[in-house]
């Protein structure tokens, strides 16, 4: 495949969502190997997807309307993106949008991370706290999980507040540890910045 345009075009009724990201994820990949900007265009569409679609419900309505012609869709597109953003990405999206796949811009992002962290080597670690890591943590855990798997890791986040005192590691089927909250015998909920040296600490114990 060396064009998104070299996608075959399926159906709702013979695939999910995730195959459907996964076959439009690998005409993506292939164009941008092709074009030499990978990288430029994984990075392009995480903010496609993060700083416009999930924080723009109108705009992630208008990409899943039917009721939207295919015309004004091309118009969205360029209104937002171009300019900004990489012609291969534009042409890509307008492609998915003449077969009624712009309601998948998710997933095909998701398929083009998990392909993209095969072809660099990379391990996906999703990593769930009560609150937001800081940066020093953040370093912390990506450098002793990249020692553990012999890998460079890529950090997906996921604030759970129910975690409390908590931190959940999972690489692929692998949980480094159920939960951390289980061993803080109740303590409440701490200040973010004193919440961060605990978990620092769990995730010692975690990673040893």
Sequence with gaps: MDTPDDVKHETVMDTGAEQL???YAQALLAAAQKAGRTEQIVDQLNQVVDQYLRKSPKLAAAFASPRIDLHEKHRVIDKVF???FDPLLLTFLKVMASRGRLAHVAAVREGVLTLFDEMSGQVLAKVS???PL????RASISEKL???TGKKVRLQEVVDADLIGGMVIRIGDTVFDNSVANRLNGIAKRASEGFSAKIAEK???LTQ
Excluded: E, M, Y
């Excluded at 800081?134 to 943590?137: G, I």
């Design 134 to 137: 800081d940066d020093a943590l």
């Design 82 to 84: 171009g300019g900004d």
């Design 21 to 23: 990201g996964k076959t």
């Design 129 to 131: 706290t009560a609150v």
């Design 146 to 148: 990249g020692t553990a």
């Design 203 to 205: 995730f010692d114990q």
